[in-house]
């Protein structure tokens, strides 16, 4: 680059020199204006793969452009021209989020929601520590939440309900403490919900539809540390010796409902037995029932219906 100019100097100092000049300064200016910020490259590679292209999309989103703060859904701070937010939702996206989101260093807002993205939250988000706000509702995302999300300290809100999340609620989570918002809702997340920090201030609504969750917030207890099934709910108090509040809940649980079905069968056997006594009672009456009978029909003389509840008194 610093050889050019020299170059041009000598051709300037030739013929006519001034529009050469002119030229190569125009050349110079532009080239060095139209590379695009780094954020803007990061962004064109996010566009790749959102599979954009495909749906006709994002035409604006071009590479000749010096940055991408005129993009459609992209805005910057001034006067760095950093991407500040990515507010793409309801755009059919059908590809994956590209980790080159990691580059964005400046993010602040991050809309996807409402889209058809699959693959995984890309862990290089954890690279994006100005996150104030995650909208990915309503994609088809696979896989975990990024343990590193518990980096991004100024997370307020994140929003990843309707995906086809899995596994463990990271701890992490509970150390955001500028969250204000979660939702996790209808996915496939499993496990015991840390009661770790922040993640004891949501509610049941933050969870509804994980049906392997368990925990405090959702009030539903979680099974044996080892994990057995779930099936074998009677056996748990037999086995208990609780060690956190939340097992305890769930033996207690489990124990009461033991106490309602013993009960019930003991009261079944009782019955049984009350039957088995009116049997054999009935039985015995039919072998002595006729003395029983003259018997009565000597005391009661208009009696012929009467024994039978007098004797039921026996
Ligand atoms: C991009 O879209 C095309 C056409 O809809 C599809 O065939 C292809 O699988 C998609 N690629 C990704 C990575 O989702
Ligand atoms: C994370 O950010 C740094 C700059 O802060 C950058 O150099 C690096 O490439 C980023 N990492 C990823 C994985 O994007
Ligand atoms: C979370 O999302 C689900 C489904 O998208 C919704 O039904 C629920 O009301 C939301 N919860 C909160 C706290 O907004």
């Known amino acids: ?135 990915l509702r309503a994609n088809y995302l696979q896989g975990g939440i990024p343990p590193g999300i518990g980096d991004l300290t100024h997370l307020t809100i994140l929003d990843l309900s309707s995906n086809l999340l899995r596994g463990a609620i990271p701890a992490t989570i509970g150390s955001l403490t500028h969250l204000r918002f979660l939702n996790l809702s209808t996915n496939f997340f499993s496990g015991e919900i840390p009661n770790v920090g922040v993640l004891g201030t949501f509610k049941s609504s933050s969870y509804v539809g994980n049906l392997e969750l368990c925990g405090l917030p959702i009030q539903k207890g979680c099974r044996g540390t080892l994990g057995f099934p779930a099936v074998l709910p009677h056996s748990d108090p037999l086995s208990s010796s609780g060690v956190s509040p939340i097992t305890n809940n769930n033996k207690t649980s489990h124990f009461l409902n033991g106490v309602v079905i013993g009960s019930m069968s003991t009261m079944a056997v009782a019955l049984v037995a009350v039957l088995g006594f009116l049997w054999v009672c009935l039985l015995s009456r039919k072998k002595t029932g006729v003395n029983y009978e003259k018997m009565d029909k000597q005391t009661l003389p208009d009696g012929n219906e009467k024994p039978t509840p007098t004797m039921s008194l026996d």
Not at 4 to 31: D, I, R, V
Not at 47 to 76: I, Y
Request: net charge positive; aromatic share 6%.
């Open 1 to 135: 680059m610093a050889a050019n100019p020299g170059s041009g100097t000598k051709k300037l100092s030739g013929g006519n020199g001034g529009a050469a000049a002119l030229l190569l300064f125009l050349l110079l200016c532009c080239t060095a204006s139209m590379a695009l910020t780094p954020d803007g490259e990061a962004l064109l590679e996010l566009k790749v793969a959102f599979n954009a292209t495909a749906g006709q999309r994002l035409g604006s989103w071009r590479a000749a452009d010096p940055n991408p703060c005129g993009w459609e859904g992209v805005s910057c701070s001034f006067p760095d021209l950093r991407v500040q937010s990515i507010n793409l939702p309801y755009m059919q996206f059908g590809g994956i989020i590209s980790p080159s989101i990691g580059r964005l260093t400046k993010l602040q807002r991050l809309a996807l929601h409402q889209n058809s993205l699959h693959g995984p939250i890309p862990a290089e988000i954890r690279n994006c520590t100005e996150l104030r706000a995650i909208y």
